[in-house]
């Protein structure tokens, strides 16, 4: 008599299917290539956000090059002024914040290496990148956003106080676009 646990087990490629009866995308390689295009809106959004990232720096480096005054660079929550810095301090801020703000429009391009928090198949697989594209769009000008409102408060155009709005709008369009990523499973 043979024991069970003798005998070669046989793999099988059954995968789990979801509760609609289609097999999961399981890899990255089985994620097929995005077969959508953005909406007018979204396309000029992320175009005026990626110029106005190149160009705020630009432009604050062209204005400022050889001043020697103080920056604000940290605010406390009633707006007062808690630290100020050397241009070189802004200027690492600026291109650092640029820089993350091209990155993520770049990243805009390539939704199959995207973290999505649902299962993706091959049914909702390009809703749920056009989904999280267009949400990355917004953040994006939101990061823009956070740029011109930083540059214009150095040039005294802008209050600091309006900080407020694009990081409160950013995190309101990330908690809409991630409940609507659950929805359109």
Known sequence: MTDSRDAPRERTRNRAQDLDGDQPITTFRERPQPNFALDPFHRVLLLVSMISAVALPVYFFLRYSGAQGDFALHYDFTGDVTREG???EAAIILV????????CGVLTRYPRVFNFPVTLTRDNV?????????????VVAGMAAVLAIMVGGWLGILSADLMWLP???MGIVLMVFIRRMVKLR
């Open 86 to 88: 050397s241009f070189q």
């Open 96 to 103: 650092l914040l640029s820089l993350l703000t091209i990155g």
């Open 126 to 138: 390009q809703r749920q990148y056009k989904n999280a594209v267009q949400m990355l769009v917004w």
């Open 167 to 169: 990081l409160a709008a």
